[in-house]
């Protein structure tokens, strides 16, 4: 089964929020497969629903109806524990405002998941992921004392310690200037290339030119979904502008 | 594993937010603070209190006093009636195998006495040579008195130390003459010291003589007022009541619907009496510290439930990286009572400081006693406990999906 790993399919995914008492149909009928090791940039208009589609996959939120399978298993028989669990140990998040504990060292916001993890050794796991982000010699530095570029990486960084199957990034260079968002866009595609799935939504149409899977969706229904031809490396482009 | 990682992060974070951390402990530390003084001085004073009572009235003593009913007034205020006789006594420790020595106490009143020119008012008492024995008190120099000179009434006398500094202007008192009113006696020893009793009283300004002495040369009567009796142990104390109860009824040929003339005072009797003074530091005064930690417990319930809100993002992030709703409840209730748990811990020392100073002026023991820390910490864990309910129920029911995209 080791080709499930971190497998993600979704059929015929439906999610209706209610905002101020009006229905608000966040995903329609989304069907979905993303393969093991894929990078799949998500686009659209904001209230498309992508950001629906993150919670879904990421297990934050719960389909009203359809099926949601994550490494061949449908989720909506697990328990809110056992989602928690599933979480910690196939997928990371990166967020578009980082999301770090203010007042806590780089290295002990990297090792936060590990807290919630049923593994018994636990040491020097945050260390390698900072190194993995180019950050080992940032580990005592707090969120305060370090650029944007270098909070997100340390969010990057967050999300791999606990090694996952699948990134999912919510707008990651929403609010950095475009080098750090080149950088941290050429670490996603460096994870990619070793195996990790990536899930990437952007509104952004030069980002999702990084990814080898580009979907489109408009008022919650995948309208796009086709192969990049070409995809940008980021570590190229990076190069050129400095 | 997570309840460990997750103190240790707790830990962590109590150092970050240090003004917070700050005002949630004051209210626990200074309830705890109370709470273990309170206690600890109450108990200092009740250990205090019954060790110098012990002292002079040990578990195996009887009072008792001549004249019936209000026998919880102490030896000071019972009846000075003429009931009570050496033959009664006498007649008790013959036939009441139980009670094993008795000496009697006789109070021949505030008198002057006079040596060389000098004089000074000194209360004057009359016991026997079962002195030492039954009121455990002994001569520091010379020697008490003997059966003997009890027998004949001899013009002997035994002074206090303030009397050697007073009367004798420290010069060795042994052998001196003095006269008690217009009775010249001879000093043959010094008491050992006991200071101001409990009644306030200086033991050490007194003068004892053989109470035969007493009765016919200073106060002129037959019969006495109190006596002491020490049973064989601690147990046969209320044995030995009800059977000096009959045997005197017997003698003084009371009838049943006539009241006792006489009356006993036994140590179960001290133990209420000084329970039931202390009763405002076990009781009153830890119920006013109590209710400061109550209010310390509030505030942090209040501080934290205000931490909730102010930190929806963290707990939405912690939940995305795979806090389960008991890790988060788990995280607030350990926040909570580590702020109290450690807030009491540092009442504790300062209190076992405090404690310190008090006990040098008020001559009570310096320790903090178990009980008052045992107390103090409990105090503060459950208030840390009920506290972190509210906020962690809060926290834990927070929907982490709204908090993230902010």
Redesign the interface.
């Given at each position: 089964m080791t080709s499930e790993r971190g497998k993600i399919e979704l059929e015929r995914v439906c999610k209706t929020y209610k905002k101020n008492a009006q229905e608000v149909r966040a995903l329609v009928e989304v069907t979905l497969s993303v393969d093991p090791g894929e990078f799949v940039a998500v686009v659209g208009p904001s209230g498309s629903g992508k950001?629906t589609l993150m919670?879904v996959v990421?297990l934050?939120?719960r389909p009203d109806s359809g099926v949601y399978r994550l490494d061949g298993s449908d989720v909506a028989s697990h328990k809110?524990?056992e989602l928690?669990?599933l979480?910690?140990?196939k997928i990371g998040?990166v967020?578009?405002?980082f999301?770090l504990?203010p007042?806590?060292t780089a290295l002990?916001n990297v090792e936060?998941?590990?807290?919630?993890?049923?593994r018994?050794d636990i040491s020097g796991l945050g260390a390698r992921a900072l190194e993995q982000v180019g950050l080992k010699d940032r580990a005592k530095h707090l969120p305060s004392e370090l650029s944007g570029g270098e909070q997100q990486r340390v969010a990057i960084a967050?999300a791999l310690v606990?090694e996952p199957e699948i990134i999912l990034a919510?707008e990651p260079t929403g609010n950095l200037d475009s080098r750090s968002g080149l950088a941290v866009l050429a670490i996603f595609q460096e994870l990619n290339r070793q195996g990790k799935t990536v899930v990437l939504i952007t509104h952004d149409k030069a980002v999702a030119a990084m990814a080898n899977r580009q979907l489109e969706i408009v008022d919650g229904r995948i309208v796009t979904d086709e192969p990049v031809e070409n995809p940008k490396d980021a570590q190229t482009e990076l190069e050129v502008v400095s | 594993m997570r309840t460990r990682r997750l103190l240790r992060h707790g830990l962590r974070g109590m150092g970050r937010h240090r003004l917070r951390t700050f005002f949630m402990m004051l209210g626990t530390f200074v309830g705890v603070l109370a709470l273990t003084i309170v206690v600890a001085i109450g108990k200092g004073t009740r250990d205090t209190m019954l060790s110098r009572i012990d002292k002079i009235f040990s578990g195996s003593s009887i009072l008792l006093s001549a004249g019936g009913g209000g026998s919880r007034g102490g030896p000071h205020s019972a009846g000075r009636t003429a009931t009570l006789t050496v033959d009664d006594l006498e007649a008790i420790q013959a036939s009441i195998p139980v009670v094993r020595a008795w000496d009697p106490l006789l109070l021949a009143g505030s008198r002057e006495v006079v040596y060389q020119g000098n004089s000074s008012t000194v209360r004057i008492m009359g016991h026997s040579e079962t002195y030492e024995e039954v009121w455990s008190r002994g001569a520091n120099r010379g020697s008490l008195f003997g059966e003997a000179e009890v027998r004949s009434s001899a013009r002997v006398a035994l002074v206090g130390e303030t009397l050697v500094d007073e009367l004798f202007q420290g010069a060795d008192p042994i052998g001196l003459q003095i006269r008690i009113g217009t009775v010249p006696f001879e000093v043959i020893g010094v008491l050992e010291s006991i200071g101001i009793d409990l009644h306030g009283w200086d033991r050490d300004n007194e003068i004892v003589v053989p109470y035969t002495t007493a009765m016919r040369r200073i106060m002129n009567v037959d019969y006495i007022s109190t006596a002491k009796l020490l049973a064989v142990n601690d147990a046969e104390i209320e044995h030995a009541v009800a059977d000096i109860t009959s045997l005197l009824r017997e003698r003084h040929a009371l009838a049943e619907d006539e009241p006792n003339d006489f009356s006993m005072f036994t140590p179960v009797q001290v133990q209420q009496m000084v329970g039931s003074m202390n009763k405002i530091f076990t009781l009153f005064l830890p119920i006013i510290a109590g209710v400061s930690l109550l209010i310390g417990g509030i505030v942090v319930a209040n501080l934290m439930i205000m931490g909730v809100n102010e930190r929806r993002a963290e707990i939405g992030l912690r939940k995305a990286v795979g806090a389960r709703e008991k890790d988060i409840r788990l995280q607030f209730l350990l926040e909570t009572s580590l702020v109290t748990v450690v807030g009491g811990v540092l009442a504790l020392v300062v209190a076992t400081a405090a404690l310190a100073f008090v006990a040098r002026m008020m001559e009570l023991p310096n320790v903090m006693p178990w009980q008052a820390a045992v107390l103090g910490l409990g105090a503060a864990t459950i208030v840390g406990l009920v506290a972190g309910v509210a906020p962690a129920r809060r926290a834990a029911a927070l929907e982490s999906v709204s908090t993230l995209r902010e």
């Amino acid at each position: 089964m080791t080709s499930e790993r971190g497998k993600i399919e979704l059929e015929r995914v439906c999610k209706t929020y209610k905002k101020n008492a009006q229905e608000v149909r966040a995903l329609v009928e989304v069907t979905l497969s993303v393969d093991p090791g894929e990078f799949v940039a998500v686009v659209g208009p904001s209230g498309s629903g992508k950001s629906t589609l993150m919670n879904v996959v990421g297990l934050l939120d719960r389909p009203d109806s359809g099926v949601y399978r994550l490494d061949g298993s449908d989720v909506a028989s697990h328990k809110r524990d056992e989602l928690a669990r599933l979480r910690n140990e196939k997928i990371g998040f990166v967020f578009q405002s980082f999301h770090l504990l203010p007042k806590t060292t780089a290295l002990e916001n990297v090792e936060l998941p590990l807290i919630y993890c049923t593994r018994s050794d636990i040491s020097g796991l945050g260390a390698r992921a900072l190194e993995q982000v180019g950050l080992k010699d940032r580990a005592k530095h707090l969120p305060s004392e370090l650029s944007g570029g270098e909070q997100q990486r340390v969010a990057i960084a967050r999300a791999l310690v606990n090694e996952p199957e699948i990134i999912l990034a919510d707008e990651p260079t929403g609010n950095l200037d475009s080098r750090s968002g080149l950088a941290v866009l050429a670490i996603f595609q460096e994870l990619n290339r070793q195996g990790k799935t990536v899930v990437l939504i952007t509104h952004d149409k030069a980002v999702a030119a990084m990814a080898n899977r580009q979907l489109e969706i408009v008022d919650g229904r995948i309208v796009t979904d086709e192969p990049v031809e070409n995809p940008k490396d980021a570590q190229t482009e990076l190069e050129v502008v400095s | 594993m997570r309840t460990r990682r997750l103190l240790r992060h707790g830990l962590r974070g109590m150092g970050r937010h240090r003004l917070r951390t700050f005002f949630m402990m004051l209210g626990t530390f200074v309830g705890v603070l109370a709470l273990t003084i309170v206690v600890a001085i109450g108990k200092g004073t009740r250990d205090t209190m019954l060790s110098r009572i012990d002292k002079i009235f040990s578990g195996s003593s009887i009072l008792l006093s001549a004249g019936g009913g209000g026998s919880r007034g102490g030896p000071h205020s019972a009846g000075r009636t003429a009931t009570l006789t050496v033959d009664d006594l006498e007649a008790i420790q013959a036939s009441i195998p139980v009670v094993r020595a008795w000496d009697p106490l006789l109070l021949a009143g505030s008198r002057e006495v006079v040596y060389q020119g000098n004089s000074s008012t000194v209360r004057i008492m009359g016991h026997s040579e079962t002195y030492e024995e039954v009121w455990s008190r002994g001569a520091n120099r010379g020697s008490l008195f003997g059966e003997a000179e009890v027998r004949s009434s001899a013009r002997v006398a035994l002074v206090g130390e303030t009397l050697v500094d007073e009367l004798f202007q420290g010069a060795d008192p042994i052998g001196l003459q003095i006269r008690i009113g217009t009775v010249p006696f001879e000093v043959i020893g010094v008491l050992e010291s006991i200071g101001i009793d409990l009644h306030g009283w200086d033991r050490d300004n007194e003068i004892v003589v053989p109470y035969t002495t007493a009765m016919r040369r200073i106060m002129n009567v037959d019969y006495i007022s109190t006596a002491k009796l020490l049973a064989v142990n601690d147990a046969e104390i209320e044995h030995a009541v009800a059977d000096i109860t009959s045997l005197l009824r017997e003698r003084h040929a009371l009838a049943e619907d006539e009241p006792n003339d006489f009356s006993m005072f036994t140590p179960v009797q001290v133990q209420q009496m000084v329970g039931s003074m202390n009763k405002i530091f076990t009781l009153f005064l830890p119920i006013i510290a109590g209710v400061s930690l109550l209010i310390g417990g509030i505030v942090v319930a209040n501080l934290m439930i205000m931490g909730v809100n102010e930190r929806r993002a963290e707990i939405g992030l912690r939940k995305a990286v795979g806090a389960r709703e008991k890790d988060i409840r788990l995280q607030f209730l350990l926040e909570t009572s580590l702020v109290t748990v450690v807030g009491g811990v540092l009442a504790l020392v300062v209190a076992t400081a405090a404690l310190a100073f008090v006990a040098r002026m008020m001559e009570l023991p310096n320790v903090m006693p178990w009980q008052a820390a045992v107390l103090g910490l409990g105090a503060a864990t459950i208030v840390g406990l009920v506290a972190g309910v509210a906020p962690a129920r809060r926290a834990a029911a927070l929907e982490s999906v709204s908090t993230l995209r902010e």
